[in-house]
């Protein structure tokens, strides 16, 4: 036992309670000690005892005294005046946006424009009543207990690290979120007390015990739970502050209690070199570490709006696809008339994949020329790059370079034709920005993937199952030749001609084929020849029709068309492709012949019927009724320039007749129809007809004289009830 006087009290300790004493500095120096086996029984002053100096921990006592009686909190209370001077300034009409698109932490501009001072300006910036009060509360209890243990140095440190942690962690973990508030440095000190409580237990005194160490843990925990059931928190922000204020609170010591000269000053110093490091490689690579997701994923997030116009659009093109956008980018249609996904910064930024299936197999020409002439519509072009063959998405593709103004930017277009599929990728991106965004345009490009279609697929699978069905073989011929795969496609339609040669579906999709891709064959009219001697059938005929006008030979598949209705009068099919040809389809109830064959197109008289045997049905006899035809049709025409040169408005009968094939059934209606027809003509659009007949308006008549001639007609309906030998208009 110990003997201790102070004063005139006299106290009995026992040794650990001896030693607690002086360790706290409870015991002065000038107390008399009484020891027996150090001291004997004498009293000795407790400053002549080397126990008692070995035992007190000077600089411990010391930090307790400025502990308990510490200086004002200088740098809490600035941080809590700076936050809410900021959020009262956010009162301010129009200021409030202001401060949301500058100063929190958004993935996309820090990214993307050098702004990573976003991570710091975060943790000062709130704009919610209750979110404010409630981090000011907690970061005034915090910070007032770390400022008087740590200093204002470590306690600067340690709470904009946290704030930067918390940024780095919410900029990659929620990129799509736009996060500010205190919350991730009020978790960094939170943690911080926590582990300094748990690291010091034996310096503080019994009412700090209170402050620090596990007692704060459960309110830790169930604040740390409590934003994880709250939407809209950003959990990344408070787990990444909550990591480095723990980390932090191992290596920063108490002022006074330092275990090396200088050491908060080298973790210090260390510390804001990794922060402002960090902020700065972050702004430099930030086109290289954006965050990417797929495309559906990214489109996931906004799912929710699914009136948006725009989603819907988009949906539609996406298919046996796989691309990548940066997180963040919102599905929009850009500034080009595109649909896809722009930057939310509001800068001419865009990334636009789709994928469209023409009627028939195009070029790389044509699918550029459709698209030019789209971009021209929407935005002012100052310059073209030719087409450059490039190899993107696992696939042969071209690529321009397009210069817009108004704002000045840049597009890059590149394109892939597979037969029928094609693919346009576009990158849209302001000039001041093109350079600094490459690396992001490079890593998009690489992560376009471009399978095969899903009927290709399916198709595939089906024939797998089933190897002796010919319909899913058919399926896959048919998929192979939209997809540019035509020497597969062929085999499986010659195998399947040969297996079954009294088919006409498989004769016609070999014809189908062959019209697609004609140099796979050295003389189409062998093989339409061949189908036509095999098959009699109209929808065979009509397909060699449209293989005909495939390569240019119009006259031969008017020709065709003309025999084979003459063959076959009225058949569904054959009505079908002549009224898409703008062809007369009219028939007379007792001859079963068209009209023109049966009365003049000048005069409209009947004609003497002379029994006539049909003409045979072959590609040759098509070619020469064609042939015939078309002179036919230029004879009407040129009869019709040189009556409209004469003023003689006789002219109407045979124009009719070369419209419509047949006396018209309501006059009136058909003389308007005919101007209409003039004035686009006359406006250089194209007419069906026309240009089915082979014939040549524009070059043969005055279009002016035609048009005030039908205007006559048409303001004088008695002269032309007259003219074409009809009864008047009753009231006339």
């Not at 004997?40 to 407790?46: L, N, Q, S, T």
């Not at 400022?147 to 470590?154: C, H, I, Q």
Request: hydrophobic share 45%; with cysteine; aromatic share 8%.
């Amino acid at each position: 036992m110990v003997s201790i006087r102070i004063g005139n009290e006299e106290q009995l300790l026992s040794w650990d309670e001896w030693e607690e004493s002086v360790k706290n500095g409870r015991i002065p120096a000038d107390a008399l000690i009484r020891f027996d086996p150090v001291t004997g029984k004498e009293w000795v002053r407790a400053e002549q005892l080397e126990m008692y100096h070995s035992m007190r921990d000077d600089a411990a006592i010391r930090w307790r005294g400025e502990f308990h009686h510490g200086k004002v909190p200088i740098l809490t209370a600035l941080l809590i005046g700076v936050q809410v001077r900021i959020w009262w300034f956010g009162w301010v009409p129009g200021v409030e946006p202001i401060l949301v698109n500058r100063l929190t932490n958004w993935t996309s501009p820090a990214l993307e424009d050098w702004e990573t001072w976003r991570m710091i300006t975060m943790g000062l910036l709130h704009l919610d009543f209750f979110h404010i009060l409630l981090n000011m509360i907690l970061l005034a209890y915090t910070g007032w207990n770390l400022e008087r243990a740590l200093g204002r140095l470590n306690l600067f440190v340690l709470y904009f690290a946290s704030v930067i942690g918390g940024s780095l962690l919410s900029m990659f973990g929620a990129p799509e979120t736009i996060s500010l508030g205190a919350s991730g440095g009020v978790f960094g000190l939170f943690s911080a007390s926590v582990v300094f409580g748990m690291l010091h237990p034996n310096i503080l005194p019994e009412r700090g015990r209170r402050l620090f160490g596990v007692v704060l843990l459960p309110l830790l925990v169930l604040m740390f739970l409590g934003g994880l059931f709250n939407v809209g928190t950003d959990n990344w922000s408070h787990f990444g502050g909550l990591v480095v204020g723990a980390l932090l609170a191992l290596v920063l010591d108490p002022v006074l209690l330092q275990r090396r000269r200088h050491w908060n000053s080298m973790v210090q110093a260390a510390v804001t070199t990794l922060c402002l490091g960090l902020m700065i490689g972050l702004a430099v690579a930030g086109p290289r570490i954006y965050p990417l997701a797929e495309s559906e994923e990214a489109r996931e997030i906004y799912r929710k709006d699914d009136s948006t116009p725009v989603l819907r659009d988009a949906d539609r093109h996406y298919s046996s696809l796989w691309w990548e956008v940066p997180v963040g980018w919102r599905p929009q249609k850009n500034s080009i008339g595109g649909y896809g996904f722009s930057s939310p910064t509001g800068r001419q930024r865009s990334w636009t994949v789709q994928k469209e299936q023409r009627d028939s197999p195009t070029t790389i020409e044509a699918v550029f020329e459709a698209w030019m002439a789209r971009v021209k519509r929407q935005a002012e072009v100052v310059t073209v790059s030719v087409l450059t063959p490039i190899t993107s998405a696992g696939h042969e593709a071209h690529r321009v370079r397009l210069e817009l103004a108004k704002p000045r930017r840049f597009v890059e277009w590149t394109g892939i034709v597979r037969g029928t599929h094609v693919l346009h990728q576009v990158w849209e991106v302001e000039a001041t920005a093109e350079t600094r965004l490459e690396p992001l345009y490079q890593r998009l490009q690489s992560r376009v993937r471009w399978e095969d279609p899903e009927n290709l697929v399916e198709a595939r699978l089906s024939v797998e199952r089933l190897p002796r069905s010919t319909s899913s073989k058919a399926k896959l011929a048919e998929a192979l030749s939209e997809v540019g795969q035509v020497d597969e496609a062929l085999d499986i339609w010659s195998q399947l001609i040969s297996e079954y040669p009294d088919s006409p579906e498989f004769q016609m999709g070999l014809l189908k084929t062959l019209r697609w891709y004609p140099d796979k064959v050295a003389d189409p009219d062998v093989e339409w020849t061949k189908a036509l001697e095999r098959h009699r059938d109209p929808a065979v005929i009509v397909e060699i029709v449209t293989g005909l006008e495939s390569i240019g030979h119009n006259a031969a598949a008017l020709g065709l068309l003309e025999v084979a209705w003459l063959h076959f009068p009225g058949n569904r099919a054959l009505k079908r492709a002549r009224r898409t040809r703008w062809l007369p389809t009219w028939l007379d109830g007792e001859q079963h012949l068209p009209w023109d064959q049966l009365n003049d197109p000048i005069t409209w008289a009947p004609l003497p019927l002379e029994k006539a045997e049909l003409p045979e049905l072959t590609i040759a006899n098509g070619r020469h009724v064609g042939e015939t035809l078309v002179e036919r049709h230029q004879e009407l025409t040129r009869f019709v320039g040189e009556q409209v040169a004469s003023g003689n408005r006789d002219l109407i009968r045979p124009l009719l007749i070369l419209k419509y094939g047949h006396v018209p059934y309501q006059p009136l209606e058909a003389t308007s129809g005919l101007k209409e027809d003039v004035l686009t003509l006359q406006a250089g659009g194209d007419v069906g007809w026309a240009s089915t007949r082979g014939v040549d308006i524009v070059g043969q008549v005055d279009l002016e004289a035609l048009l005030s001639i039908l205007d006559e007609l048409i303001e004088n309906q008695a002269d032309l009830s007259s003219m074409l030998d009809l009864p008047p208009t009753p009231g006339e």
